[in-house]
């Protein structure tokens, strides 16, 4: 394939026992389906197949679709769509196929894009396992006090526990890219964080300068004093800054502003 098609779709292709070891760690049973993003020359999708459930691939690069409807043409339970995945109606597949997972290894330039977009839809899904950028999977599995914990963070963990399963060196791909990557794996939680339209442009007016205090970052948005006022009602420090907050703590402090 050459260069400046991988570029366009992003794509880095994984060695066949790194892909073994990233299928081998996905907690399927034989009656849930699998959903997989980005399939590519499908390194991934024929161990998946191994576990004989259900396979539907998102994939596309018309090459690789045609590669992989030739490569998986005796396999029954194979099916792919030419499709581009932030186009793909996922509400309607998962209303087909209840409590299936998600996999895939995903495109660096849109796995943000896409793990966010799952998010709201997790709930219907046993969960996602897959690949993304480390600098990334370390941002979506962020805690509250730690460096990468940020917007995304608390997106992610309002609606999932996530950790981070398997870190993977440029070696295992081809082409080789210029950063490491990372598998995770996100559950989706019993009781999501059930917040208004607003609360999450809130959340990332309150990282908009994340290593000021709070009332510094949202004076732009809020009267500062408002902001003070309510921080001090919470017993919270004047000093208190974004990264310290948990997701129930965010929400709590989004309906005490907006009462003042």
């Given at each position: 394939?050459?260069?400046?098609?991988?570029?366009?779709?992003?794509?880095?292709?994984?060695?066949?026992?790194?892909?073994?070891?990233?299928?081998?760690?996905?907690?399927?049973?034989?009656?849930?389906?699998?959903?997989?993003?980005?399939?590519?020359?499908?390194?991934?999708?024929?161990?998946?197949?191994?576990?004989?459930?259900?396979?539907?691939?998102?994939?596309?690069?018309?090459?690789?679709?045609?590669?992989?409807?030739?490569?998986?043409?005796?396999?029954?339970?194979?099916?792919?769509?030419?499709?581009?995945?932030?186009?793909?109606?996922?509400?309607?597949?998962?209303?087909?196929?209840?409590?299936?997972?998600?996999?895939?290894?995903?495109?660096?330039?849109?796995s943000t894009a896409i793990i966010?977009?799952?998010?709201?839809?997790?709930?219907?899904?046993?969960?996602?396992?897959?690949?993304?950028?480390?600098?990334?999977?370390?941002?979506?599995?962020?805690?509250?006090?730690?460096?990468?914990?940020?917007?995304?963070?608390?997106?992610?963990?309002?609606?999932?526990?996530?950790?981070?399963?398997?870190?993977?060196?440029?070696?295992?791909?081809?082409?080789?890219?210029?950063?490491?990557?990372?598998?995770?794996?996100?559950?989706?939680?019993?009781?999501?964080?059930?917040?208004?339209?607003?609360?999450?442009?809130?959340?990332?007016?309150?990282?908009?300068?994340?290593?000021?205090?709070?009332?510094?970052?949202?004076?732009?948005?809020?009267?500062?004093?408002?902001?003070?006022?309510?921080?001090?009602?919470?017993?919270?420090?004047?000093?208190?800054?974004?990264?310290?907050?948990?997701?129930?703590?965010?929400?709590?402090?989004?309906?005490?502003?907006?009462?003042?």
């Amino acid at each position: 394939m050459d260069r400046a098609r991988r570029r366009r779709f992003g794509q880095n292709f994984l060695d066949d026992i790194t892909a073994k070891h990233i299928a081998n760690d996905l907690p399927v049973n034989p009656d849930q389906a699998i959903l997989e993003i980005g399939p590519g020359h499908g390194a991934m999708t024929r161990h998946l197949l191994k576990k004989g459930t259900t396979l539907t691939a998102i994939e596309i690069d018309e090459q690789c679709v045609e590669l992989l409807k030739r490569e998986f043409a005796n396999s029954p339970h194979f099916s792919v769509v030419n499709q581009d995945f932030l186009t793909f109606d996922i509400q309607q597949w998962l209303e087909e196929h209840p409590l299936a997972w998600i996999t895939g290894n995903l495109p660096y330039n849109v796995s943000t894009a896409i793990i966010a977009g799952l998010m709201p839809l997790l709930s219907k899904t046993s969960g996602f396992m897959g690949m993304v950028q480390l600098e990334v999977a370390e941002r979506l599995c962020a805690v509250p006090c730690t460096k990468a914990y940020g917007s995304l963070s608390v997106w992610v963990s309002s609606h999932a526990s996530g950790r981070i399963l398997r870190k993977i060196g440029p070696e295992h791909f081809t082409p080789k890219p210029n950063v490491d990557s990372a598998t995770i794996l996100l559950e989706p939680l019993k009781t999501p964080l059930e917040a208004p339209e607003g609360f999450f442009p809130f959340v990332q007016a309150c990282f908009s300068q994340k290593r000021k205090r709070l009332a510094n970052s949202l004076s732009s948005t809020f009267d500062k004093a408002i902001v003070l006022d309510a921080i001090e009602k919470m017993n919270w420090s004047e000093n208190t800054r974004a990264e310290e907050l948990s997701p129930q703590q965010f929400l709590d402090l989004y309906y005490f502003i907006k009462s003042l």
